[in-house]
């Protein structure tokens, strides 16, 4: 039987996907990560172990695959 989403009730699947993993004020991209995924809404899934293998990648000094620039940006209420 197929996992379904806790939200929409959507199909869950397992797929290799890419998090922004934010631990503080630090923000690290964990690629390659495998979760369960809504192919509905697409609401990620982790396994407990994943996760905590997200953590411990995030607060490690080890050196990055790669390195990406982004831009931060405000966001100013409409009027």
């Known amino acids: 039987m197929t996992p379904e989403c806790y939200f929409c009730k959507g199909r869950v699947v397992q797929e290799k996907v890419t998090v922004d993993f934010r631990w503080g004020q630090k923000l690290k991209v964990i ?11 697409g609401e990620k899934y982790f396994q407990s172990t994943v996760y ?24 100013k209420e409409v009027a």
């Open 31 to 41: 690629e390659d990560v495998p979760a369960g995924v809504c192919q509905q809404c």
């Open 52 to 75: 905590k293998a997200m953590e411990k990648l995030a607060t490690s000094r080890a050196k990055p695959a790669a390195r990406v620039t982004i831009d931060v940006v405000h966001f």
